[in-house]
Every structure is written in structure tokens, then in C-alpha cells.
Nanobody, 116 residues
Framework: QVQLVESGGGLVQAGESLRLSCAAS????????MGWHRQAPGKQRELVAA???????NYADSVKGRFTISRDNAKNTLDLQMNSLKSEDTGVYYC??????????WGQGTQVTVSS
């Protein structure tokens, strides 16, 4: 089992920045991939950025050049630096982990609201 706790969401104006953080605990050694997803009102949950099992980073086209994902293996944290935020970035952001048994774990989510 892996437990995930997100923090750092909030209300900002367009063009501003936010940094999200996800703290992982439990069976950390079983983690295969880690990433951030988001869900806007009335839309499906979508991938924002993630590390693959080989350390490659994938970004959604809509956030490339604005968002940066990073991880600290010593602290078991996963961060998402979000710059130049747009109103369309509004949504609930979830930390996600998939382990080597293909089980997916999700955090409780943190709300990001960008006003235009």
C-alpha cells in the first residue's frame, strides 16, 4: 500500500505560479511510476506530467514549457511547479502512483483555481 498526500493548491490569478507537493509513504519500494493528473469541472481526469519507470518525463502538450515535475527520492516527494497559469488549468490536481503490480494509488486531490 502507498499513501499519498497532496498540498499546495489555492486560488491565483492568471499568469501567476503555484507549487504542488505530494508526499508518499508506505510501500515506497514498490513504486513504478509517479505523476500528476487533473480533473476540470465536467471533464475527464487527464495526465498533466509523470515520470516513467525509466525516469523519462512526459508532459501534456497543454502544460509544456510552463509546468515542471520533479521528485526527491530521499524525501519521497513529488512536486509540480506551475508557472504562467491559465484559467484552463483550473481543476483538482491528483498525485498518482502505479506500482509494479499495476495497482494505482491516488491522493485526495488539491484544488487549483486560476481566475482570469
Amino acid at each position: 500500500q502507498v499513501q499519498l498526500v497532496e498540498s499546495g493548491g489555492g486560488l491565483v490569478q492568471a499568469g501567476e505560479s503555484l507549487r504542488l507537493s505530494c508526499a508518499a509513504s508506505g510501500s515506497i519500494f514498490t513504486i513504478k511510476t509517479m505523476g500528476w493528473h487533473r480533473q476540470a469541472p465536467g471533464k475527464q481526469r487527464e495526465l498533466v506530467a509523470a515520470f516513467t519507470s525509466t525516469g523519462i518525463i512526459n508532459y501534456a502538450d497543454s502544460v509544456k514549457g510552463r509546468f515542471t515535475i520533479s521528485r526527491d527520492n530521499a524525501k519521497n516527494t513529488l512536486d509540480l511547479q506551475m508557472n504562467s497559469l491559465k484559467s484552463e488549468d483550473t481543476g483538482v490536481y491528483y498525485c498518482n502512483v502505479i506500482d509494479w503490480n499495476r495497482r494505482a494509488y491516488w491522493g485526495q486531490g488539491t484544488q487549483v483555481t486560476v481566475s482570469s
